[in-house]
């Protein structure tokens, strides 16, 4: 009898989850996760400002290989905008990507 064994692989799949949920007011901080879902795991996580062509990739607070948190402090008006999360792990349809809007409230 053969035992076989089947790798799935399948494209990332990413949750964005905003803290505080809520209206965003100026001079607080906010935490901006990807949580991502795939086989293998990704090769790489990153976070991107769309709105801002100056801001290139944004560095992460804490990354790991599941998830990359964007911590922004002390936000103002400025920070507005559209944020991407962006996710490879080498598999057809990858790298994926998530759009999360923010505003921020003065």
Request: glycine share 4%; with cysteine; aromatic share 6%.
């Amino acid at each position: 009898m053969f035992n076989l064994y089947y790798l799935s692989l399948d494209p990332p799949e990413i949750t964005i989850r905003v803290i505080p949920e809520g209206h965003l007011i100026q001079d607080s901080d906010v935490t901006v996760s990807c949580i991502v879902n795939s086989r293998p795991e990704p090769s790489s996580i990153k976070w991107t400002n769309i709105t801002d062509p100056d801001l290139q990739d944004l560095d992460c607070s804490h990354k790991n290989n599941t998830h990359c948190m964007l911590t922004l402090s002390d936000i103002n008006i400025l920070d507005s905008g559209t944020y991407q999360c962006q996710v490879d792990n080498g598999v057809r349809g990858s790298p994926v990507s998530l759009n999360k809007n923010i505003i921020v409230y003065g």
